[in-house]
């Protein structure tokens, strides 16, 4: 995985290939049936409300920790060009999709591409500025400690 | 750089960077809101810090966000197996 940051520009890309073709993988990134299956990191599970993938709709789920906790959050999707590229605004949430105004929304780019049946998919994530970054700094702290937290669980 | 080595005014910042003394002043503004620099009042002269602790912070919170990116296509990479082997099983 390629993973860099432009901090001057508040923007993280993501990319990664994958031995599936394209139209796996985009079924993947826009199924939530199958979004569900992925889309949290361990230990949290990721737990679609409602999908709606088609420009000015959205997509509204939850991660649901290992003590049950809810974070909401919702992808409003831009602009879709099918097996290509999709764009999103990325926002938390409550369980109503009312975005809660205290935490930032970064926009998202994914594109595909697939050759010789390996599909390379790119994320682009722009955060409005660097102040944004920061907000997804305490979130991130969160998960963070909590993971660690159950990590030395399983030590004992 | 520089400012993580001493503390700075605007004015000098411009002049090591062939640049105008605004354009310093939006950068410093941004970076100042995110408490990666600090300020300090001297008389007339504001002079600026770089906030080691709060780079730590980013760099930490980065290195999780890679993880979390890492775990997760680790994870669709199981997934997408599975939905191959479903299709071969119809």
Not at chain 1, 46 to 69: C, H, I, N, Q
Request: hydrophobic content about 40%; overall charge negative; charged content about 25%.
């Amino acid at each position: 995985m390629n993973f860099s940051v432009d901090k001057e520009n508040s923007k993280i890309k993501v990319e990664r290939e994958f031995a599936a073709p394209v139209a796996k993988v985009w079924s993947a990134f826009t199924e939530s049936e199958i979004l569900d299956q992925w889309w949290a990191p361990e230990p949290w599970k990721a737990r679609t409300k409602t999908m709606d993938f088609r420009e000015g709709g959205y997509w509204l789920y939850a991660m649901v920790g290992p003590d049950g906790s809810e974070h909401w959050a919702r992808a409003d999707y831009r602009s879709i060009t099918p097996l290509k590229n999709y764009t999103a605004t990325d926002n938390f949430c409550d369980s109503n999709g009312n975005p809660t105004g205290t935490i930032a929304s970064a926009k998202w780019v994914n594109s595909f591409n697939e050759t010789e049946g390996m599909t390379l998919v790119t994320i682009e994530i722009q955060f409005e500025k660097l102040a944004d970054l920061e907000t997804h700094i305490e979130m991130g702290f969160k998960e963070g400690i909590t993971a660690a937290l159950e990590n030395l669980d399983a030590l004992f | 750089m520089l400012i993580a080595t001493h503390a700075m005014t605007p004015n000098a910042l411009a002049e090591h960077f062939d640049t105008t003394r605004q354009a310093v002043s939006k950068h410093i503004k941004v970076l100042t809101e995110c408490q990666l620099l600090t300020q300090d009042k001297v008389g007339r002269e504001i002079y600026y810090h770089f906030n080691p602790l709060k780079m730590k912070e980013v760099d930490h919170w980065l290195s999780q966000f890679k993880k979390h990116w890492e775990d997760r296509f680790n994870q669709l990479d199981q997934v997408l197996i599975n939905l191959n082997s479903d299709k071969n099983e119809k």
